[in-house]
């Protein structure tokens, strides 16, 4: 078989656009058969793969400024697939997934030891702490390419990788090998209103989010464009989620710096 | 944990891991037999009237 | 009436009286158990843990128990291969101790992981690069030492003893208890480590993260280290809060003596290093992820995480036991080695609380603020458990097994008209003790 360039997928979210709107939750919790309950006010103990933030650049009235970020899994590809959370499971029950650069997570396998999250800066990875139990109505509408999950076991974003799945094995029955930029799209970039969130392989000059970053790959992938970060790019996770923002402190809101270091942007 | 599982590879990692690990069990294995062995054979020589 | 089972030559307390003390300890573990139960139908929803605190009080118990029952392996490292031979007359307690906390550990790891029944494919489906899957071998199979090295002090009560198999078995276990105690120690190098590499290898949580050589970051050897030089401390401890229970002397003060003085040179090694530790991480591996060192200790709510948990640890939990431990007069003090071995002992239990719950509190995100927790009583019930399953096994122990092979000695008794009629030769009542002292 033809050996093909190996992909990693990535996206990038434009903060300037990003309203806040919470559309990318919804179509993620719907499209991923994401468990809720009937209080799910506490967020530290109900699950959502894409979470909106809310930053504020602290200061006072009338200088007080905004930024909505919604974080999905951050996909780190860390040193050569060394994510935080892939080498720490025990079970082997995640895996950096070389061909796409989609850090994976096998339920069945997971037996809820929870190390990964304590790995993971970005709090992508959650826990079931209750059975996912749907009303009863609901579970007519839950996607039936998505497997739901049990309790006691991690879950996370996968960049809807069933979706990938079901293109390639579309394309390859038509008889191709490569899938169009547009075959294969998460959810949340679909769903997205002001169309703040750009999907595709980073290693494919011909992507939108190659053109939008323009990502050095002698330096991990740091994006070229100075208006993009990544979030905690200082600790070596290497992510493939970028964000755009014309805004200075949005931008060092993304990482932590000491305080007598430069303000300059990073990138 | 064993070659037949299919995660197993063959490299450096496994080797020393594994090794150690089967190496400490054996260690083990290979003593309580022998204590036991050694046991029911100065018993039965006891019972047979050979006090040692 | 259970006069037949307690070792020849040695007062125990009426048996109405240990009824009604295992009866109370019974009750404790009766409240674990109901916990227990809710966990295992209800899942970890009975907790306070969350999806930031995804490690909490369990975590801490298994790497606290795990350290103070380093005394187990350390003690049987120095007795059986350094050769300290008056180690003898505390080994078998320290074993106990160590295979009690060890049975702990594993106790509460399977209350921690989400899914009991798949425990097992930690082992089946190892991934041989996480440290946790390192710490569930070594710990699992050190526990089968310990196991081995508990065993013989079973088959030496009277009644098992005169069982010619078992009797010999007991005796052929102690000839070769080097080996074990061999293995014991690699094992214990290795899970003790790991424990420390748990924190240590999350290169995405400033915190805990340490540089270190080849896989093993720092954490790796500052745990092992801590666990050798508490671990001691602990078993002085429990050994002397026995005494004070029972109301004896059960070992000499040379031999704990001996133990407390090469625990405080431990324990002085263990905390130069531990300063050098904070100092590189603090200076340099910290800062080049943009953190300052004081951005672990402030802003807290309620400054829970003040610079005061680091002084507590290093300063007071630290030097100064090291400091009581390697002077003579220091370890002649009653007073003095009683608090050498708390502060000791909360020292180890506070640098796991750190390592593991700290990690965690710390905001990464800089949009993110601390995050706090306390755990449900359940949480603590279920870590209560396991310290009363301990009280009961170690209370059996003392009453039916020849724990203290100095104790005949330094408590010397007339036997009872009931032990005096029984027809036994002296020759046999010798051969008793005999093994526990091999």
């Known amino acids: 078989m033809k050996h093909e360039k190996a992909k990693k997928f990535g996206m990038v979210i434009d903060l300037d656009k990003c309203t806040g709107c919470g559309t990318c939750m919804v179509a993620c919790m719907a499209e991923n058969n994401v468990p809720f309950r ?230 | 944990m064993f070659p037949f599982s299919f995660e197993w590879i063959w490299d450096a990692g496994h080797m020393v891991f594994m090794g150690g690990l089967w190496y400490a069990l054996t260690i083990m294995g290979l003593g309580v037999t022998y204590c036991i062995i050694k046991a029911a054979v100065d018993a039965s020589g006891e019972n047979d009237g050979n006090h040692h | ?179 074990f105690a061999a293995t014991g120690a690699f094992l214990s190098f290795f899970h003790q480590g790991s424990l420390g590499g748990v924190p240590g290898v999350l290169f995405a949580r400033p915190f805990g993260y340490r540089t270190g050589v080849f896989v093993w970051p720092w954490t790796f050897f500052l745990f092992t280290w801590s666990a050798a030089a508490c671990g001691p401390c602990f078993t002085i401890f429990i050994t002397k809060l026995t005494e004070k229970i029972v109301g004896k002397k059960l070992v000499k003060d040379n031999v704990i003596e001996l133990l407390a003085k090469i625990s405080g040179w431990m324990l002085t090694g263990y905390i130069i290093a531990k300063i050098i530790d904070t100092v590189y991480w603090a200076t340099v591996t910290a800062p080049s992820k943009g953190f300052a060192f004081m951005d672990f200790y402030t802003n807290n709510p309620g400054s829970i995480y003040g610079i005061w948990i680091l002084i507590a640890e290093i300063g007071i939990c630290g030097v100064i036991p090291a400091a009581i431990l390697i002077t003579d007069r220091g370890r002649k003090s009653k007073t003095a080695l009683w608090l050498a071995v708390l502060l000791a002992i909360i020292g180890v239990c506070l640098n796991r609380w750190v390592m593991v719950l700290q990690v965690l509190a710390v905001p990464v995100l800089s949009f993110e603020s601390w995050f706090t927790y306390f755990p449900s009583w359940q949480e603590i019930a279920t870590t209560i458990l396991p310290v009363a399953l301990g009280t009961i096994v170690v209370s059996l122990s003392y009453r039916y097994l020849p724990v203290f092979p100095q104790e005949r000695e330094l408590n010397p008794y007339e036997p009872a008209a009931d032990d005096v009629l029984e027809p036994e030769t002296q020759e046999l009542a010798e051969a008793e003790l005999k093994p526990a002292q091999a």
């Open chain 1, 38 to 267: 009937e209080d799910d006010t506490d967020k530290l103990i109900s699950v959502a793969w894409m979470r909106v933030y809310r930053l504020t650049n602290g200061k006072p009235f009338p200088h007080t400024e905004e930024c909505f970020l919604p974080r999905p899994c951050m996909q780190c590809e860390g040193h050569d697939g060394h994510s935080p959370c892939v080498s720490v499971c025990p079970a082997t029950a995640t895996d950096y997934d070389m061909s796409t650069g989609i850090v994976s997570q096998i339920y069945t396998r997971c037996f809820g030891c929870r190390y990964c999250m304590a790995a993971c800066p970005y709090h992508v990875r959650q826990f079931n702490w209750w059975d996912p139990l749907w009303p009863e109505k609901m579970t007519e509408s839950l996607n039936p390419d998505v497997s739901v999950r049990m309790r006691g076991v991690v879950e996370k974003c996968s960049f809807c990788i069933h979706r990938y799945q079901t293109a390639t094995q579309k394309a390859n029955l038509e008889g191709r090998r490569e899938l169009e930029e547009d075959e294969y799209q998460t959810a949340c970039t679909q769903a997205c209103p002001a169309g703040a969130i750009t999907f595709g392989d980073l290693n494919n000059p011909g992507h939108a989010v190659h053109q939008m970053v323009k990502p050095d790959p002698n330096h991990g992938g740091r994006p070229k464009n100075p208006k993009a970060f990544r979030l905690l790019e200082r600790l070596g996770t290497n992510p493939k989620v970028y964000y755009l923002s014309s805004r200075k402190w949005v931008r060092r809101a993304g990482d932590n710096y000491i305080r007598q270091e430069g303000s300059q942007n990073h990138s």
């Open chain 3, 1 to 179: 009436m259970d006069s037949a089972l307690i070792p020849k030559g040695v007062k125990r307390c009426p048996t109405w009286q240990f009824v009604l003390w295992i009866g109370a300890v019974s009750g404790v573990l009766l409240w674990g158990v109901v916990a227990m139960v809710l966990i295992y139908f209800k899942g970890l929803n009975q907790t306070n843990m969350n999806n930031a605190y995804g490690f909490a009080l369990w975590i801490w118990a298994d790497l606290a128990v795990i350290a103070l029952g380093g005394g187990a392996f350390f003690t049987g490292f120095l007795r059986y291969l350094v050769g300290k031979d008056e180690l003898k007359n505390i080994v078998n307690y320290a074993v106990l101790v160590g295979f009690c906390c060890y049975v702990s550990a594993l106790m509460i790891l399977g209350f921690d992981i989400g899914q009991p029944l798949r425990g097992w494919f930690i082992f089946w489906h190892a991934n041989v690069h996480s440290m946790l899957t390192e710490v569930a071998f070594c710990l699992s199979a050190y526990l089968g030492v310990l196991t081995i090295e508990y065993i013989p002090l079973i088959l030496e009560n009277r009644q098992i003893n005169k069982v010619p198999f078992f009797h010999h078995l007991a005796h052929n276990m102690h000839e070769i208890m080097a080996v």
